[in-house]
Every structure is written in C-alpha cells, then in structure tokens.
DNA sequence: CTGAAAGCGCTAACAT
DNA sequence: ATGTTAGCGCTTTCAG
C-alpha cells in the first residue's frame, strides 16, 4: 500500500509517448487555451510565470502537436502537393529514374524543406486521380508538372489554391497563370542552327511524343531548319521512340535503321542521346565519325559521357526553387510580379557533333 | 421576391466545394453513419436502396474525404515517412541529385503509390529534427535511410510504430530488426579480387567516408588485398574525398596528384568513379591506360561513359520496393520472415579496368 | 491575464 | 436497418 495513486496526477512520461495539449493544461492547473497561447507565441497577455512553466513542460514532456488536429481546426495543412502526369512506359514507372525529374523533385524538396512545408507527391497518369489526391490532403498550395491546358482545366475546377505550373504551355496566355519554364523553343533553335553551321542538312528529331515541352523544342528546331531553307518530312524525319521496356529494343532496331539518311539526330533530352549514341555504337555506327548526335539537359548523362554530348544547359534545380518560391509568395498573399519565368537555355559544345566543314 | 430560399435545402455545389458526410446526410434526410458506412462498404446492414441513394450523391457532390479528420478520428494517417540522414555537402543539399538516390526514392514513390500508401520524405544531418518531423504527422510506418546504430536509437525511443531500415549495419545482430541492403563487403570483394587478378597491387580506395554501406565496401577490399598479401596504409591509401562545392576542386587536386603512386582506385559509388575519371583525364591521365578506375552501382553513370566502367551491380529500385513490401507486412500484422535481405552484388566487368598481365 | 466552450469532419460504440 | 452521441487534439471566440 505504499504507493498511493492520484488520479489528478497524470505522467504521461509512463502512460504513452504522445502527450497532449490538454493533459498538459491538467497538470499545471490551467486552461488549454493558456498553453496554446504560449505554444503560439501569441504571449502578449500571459504571464511571465505562466509562460516559464509551460515551456518548461513542454520540453519535459516533449510536446509535439497532433498535426491533423491542427489541420482540421485551422483548414490548412502545410503540405504542398506535388503533382505529376506521368507515363508508365517511361523509366518503368519510377519517376526519380529521369536524372531530370530527380533533380528538378530534388530541388523542390530542399526548398520547400528550408520554408517549413512539406512535400507530398502525386503521379498517375490520370488526371481525375491526380485531382483526388490534390483534394484530400488540403494541400495548401501546388505544384503541376507537364500538365497540358485541357488537363488544367480540370484540375482548377477543384482546386482553388495557389498554384505553380513547372514546363507547362498554354494556348492563351491566361493571365493570372503562375508558369516556372524554359526558353525551350529557343534552346533547340540555336542547337540546331549550330548543327547546320556544322555544315548538316539533314538532321532527324527524336522524342516520345509531341506536346508540351518536346513540342515546343520540336518547333524551335523546325524554325532553325526553315530559316536555312531545309525541308523537314514529320512522317519520316522524326524519329518516334517508344520508351516502354517491352518496345524499347524494336524502338531502338527501327532508329537506327533509319539513321544511315541523316548527319545528324537532334534528340529531346540527354538520356535518350546518350542512349541512342550507345545504341549505335553496338551497331558498328560511330559518333560523331559516322553520325552527329546532341542532346537536351545537360545532365550529368552528356557531360560524363564520353565522346561528350553536345547539348542545351538547363537547371531544374533552379527551376524547382524559383517555383517554390512563387508558389510561397502567392500562399502568403503577395502580388506576384512574373507571372511567366522562362529560364534561359544556353547551347554546350562539346564532342558529339562532327563539323563537317573541315 | 419570386425565388424563395428554403433553409433545409443545401446546395453545396453553390457554397462551398468540399460536401461533408454531414450535409449529405443532411440532404437525404438520414444520419451520418449511414453515409459513414456505405462509404466505407459497411453495407451489411444497410438496404439497398438507401446505398445507391447515397453513393449517387456522393457522386453527385464529388464528395472527398478530409483526411485530417479521419486520421484524427482513427489516430492512423496512411502515410509512410522516408526518413533520410543527409549531408548538407553532398549533392549541394538536393538528395535526389544522386542517381542512387534518386532511383530508390523513386521505387519507393512507386511501391507506395500502388498499395495506396502517401509518401512522406523527411531530410536532415540532424536525427532529433528527424524524429520531431516523423512524430508530427503520425505516419503509419517508417523507412529509414542511411541511418547509424546510435542514431536508430533515439528514433526508436519515440517513434513506436513499423520501421523498416534501408542499407543500415548494426553492431549487434538486433533481432526484431528489418533491414533491406546489399552484400556490399562481398561486392568490393569480389572487385578488389578482380583488380588483383589483373596484376593490380598498388590500389587505392577513394569514399567521402568510413561509416555504414561505405565501411562494409572498404572491409569488403580489404579483406581482397589481405588475401593476397598486399598491404595498405590506411593514412595514405584511403583516398578521402570532399564532395561540397567550395572543397570539391582541391579535394580532386589533391587526390590526382596522388594517383601516380597507383595502378588502381575502388570508388565507392559510379558517381566518384566517373567524377574521378574526367578529373584525371582534364589532368592528362588516361583510363584505364595510365590508371584504372571501379566504381559501385552500376547505375547509368557507369553504364554509358566512355570508357565504360567497371563496377558492382545493384537496383536500388528493388531495393525499395522491398523494403515497402516488408514495412507493409508489418503494419498489417504479418509476420516477418527475413528479417534481414541482402540482395546481391555482382561484378560487371566493363573497360576502365586495365589488364597488366597481357 | 486566464478559462469555458464550441467546432473543425469523421468514426464507432451503442441505442433503437 | 438506421440514428444518437461522444470523442479524436487543437484553435479561437468570447467572457470573465
């Protein structure tokens, strides 16, 4: 009979490891609204005692809010979405795979970390899924990568809170539209204007399809092949590659194939550059001997590879960061100034395009 | 006057547009929990008609769960927290800059997406900011990367639910422990034979440090040179790499100059292998004619540079799926058979590694 | 300076 | 087969 309990004696250092709010105020005798208060700073009409005691608390029995709590009572969840429109054939479903995306995911991470949100990411391929997830969560702001105009649409029709498109296009300019991009049009137009002063004329562009972003690269490379008099066959000259494991072998018999017709390969991205230079070379066809090849990224992919890749700088890290921070801007409710960045895209010169003047 | 509002009627398409089970219950005159139950296919108990009636407003409505609210009620969050130890010098502080890295959150993302799990990455050098983020939102289950035995400790001390370590040692063989890793000892092993049998026997290691999956690799080549009567001085045969940007320079200066005293450097990843590659060659040493070069990975790094390298195999996106497998066990109760998978490492002999016999 | 109480949206035990 | 109600932990208004 030693020990007597006091059942108004709550040490919840025994009972369980998540204490709360309100088992606090218990313990000290006073209101939850008191140690809410001090939890929030907002200690203009509390004690100087009071205070000391419940922090004091607080670390003893270290506190950590009940984040859903908090977010229900205040509609507001400090978690930015991030959501993608994905492919499955592409990298087997694993979106980080892309250096490119891996990157660009990264830098949104560090960022948002360093603000105090969180990242939670949605990828599907449907955009009524994606919307599903975007509303569940309550996300506080968003973050939309390679969405298209008519996906947006749908998507804004639920959404209602700030949000940042990264590489998005749009038919209209949409006024109160907040875009992180890239001179992308521009990118492959000097790309390719560099090509023809290599002395190439006929040159094939190679993607997985054509919209968005690759579209635009596609019309910037069209643009530099028009300036120069060059006639461009879109049945034949763009080289369609199929990047699903299943097809990506026949995909790869068929490009090169068809490579003996051209001097040069523009491709949409380093990663299928450096592939398509690794796929030829396993067929006996040299770069830049045989044929030219550039890239689009500049990732390690085409500064690490050797011969190495001529190819258009971007930095999606940067990219990630500055669309964090509109999207921040807008959430804290400040006027936005830019309403559309286009990062610049500079051409790197390197070894896999053969100059063929000399 | 002609239109009459009744108060009883609520048309949430017009108010607000998020509908609670509240108010559909409301519309259609019934309660909460029956909305509640044929949400939740409870439906034993509940006649037909009253279901479809309900499940057409809910369509109707587009009715959307608040999350905070059901994790509040159910105290569980279908979040998964990956938690990652980082060093703020390493990639310049975006953790998924790394291909490895990268390629694992990835297979992660993708495992949880598919069993309906949200992903939730917490990163810091700091384990107790770690632990207060993991506690935060109640996550349902934990991954732990790159964490030390000590430092599972004190996250284990407050965070009690299913834990799931990626890539861990500890000391002591704890037995309800999950760990999901790589033989990485036999992996260098085996390399460090390879190199040996080569004809190589001045050979250097090079790691931006001796602690976990990096530790394993350098007692894996070790124990190859040991074998083979070679000795290595720790001081100067350990190549210790600086990877922030303001070091990065210096460091690789330091450590080419010193490579006129090998024939051969173990990089611990791909990644230092081909940094380490184009850093000799700008300095005029050759791979693999004046030095040989291995790294660890085999990620595309490796793959597609020129000379290709050789190197230890691993898929980091396994790696992850396996470990969300497991962690998925546990939450629902399973038991756990392996408690520790190692998956296997493989040598892939490619063309930076010179052949001194011939 | 402090406290009482309502309410955020949902679940589940317990009626009926 | 359906409804009532308490409660999850926190914030916030309003009263003292």
């Given at each position: 009979m030693g020990m007597v309990t006091n059942a108004f004696v709550i040490d919840v250092r025994e009972v369980s490891f998540m204490i709360t709010i309100k088992e606090i105020a218990q313990m000290l005798g006073m209101s939850t609204t008191t140690v809410s208060n001090v939890i929030h700073g907002k200690?203009?009409?509390?004690?100087q005692a009071t205070i000391e005691k419940v922090e004091a608390a607080l670390e003893e029995y270290n506190y950590i809010p009940n984040i859903s709590a908090r977010n229900l009572a205040q509609n507001e969840s400090k978690i930015i979405g991030v959501a993608m429109r994905s492919r499955k054939d592409k990298y087997d479903d694993n979106a980080l795979k892309d250096p490119f995306t891996g990157e660009l995911i990264g830098g949104i991470e560090k960022a948002l970390r360093h603000s105090g949100y969180y990242m939670m990411i949605y990828i599907s391929e449907d955009v009524e899924e994606l919307v599903q997830h975007i509303s569940l969560w309550n996300a506080d702001g968003l973050l939309l990568l390679g969405i298209l105009g008519e996906e947006w649409r749908k998507i804004k029709e639920r959404y209602k809170k700030p949000t940042v498109f990264i590489d998005s296009y749009f038919?209209?300019?949409?006024?109160?539209l907040v875009n992180v991009g890239l001179q992308d049009y521009q990118g492959t137009y000097e790309l390719t204007k560099y090509l023809i002063s290599c002395g190439h004329r006929k040159i094939a562009f190679m993607a997985d399809n054509c919209v968005g972003v690759d579209s635009e690269r596609f019309k910037g490379f069209c643009q530099a092949l028009n300036e120069a008099g060059i006639i461009f066959d879109p049945k034949k000259d763009f080289l369609y590659h199929r990047p699903s494991r299943a097809e990506r072998k026949q995909s790869y018999d068929e490009i090169c194939n068809h490579c003996n017709d051209y001097t040069a390969v523009v491709c949409v991205s380093d990663y299928y550059a450096v592939s398509l230079i690794n796929e030829l070379e396993a067929r006996g066809i040299s770069v830049p001997d045989d044929i030219s090849v550039a890239g689009f990224d500049d990732n390690y992919l085409s500064q690490k590879h050797r011969p190495a890749v001529t190819t258009v700088h971007q930095d999606p890290e940067l990219k990630g960061e500055l669309a964090v921070k509109q999207l921040i801007k807008m959430i804290k409710g400040k006027r936005i100034k830019e309403h559309s960045i286009m990062l610049p895209a500079e051409v790197m010169v390197r070894d896999s395009v053969k100059n063929l003047n000399k």
């Open positions: 200690t203009k009409e509390v004690s038919d209209k300019e949409i006024k109160d």
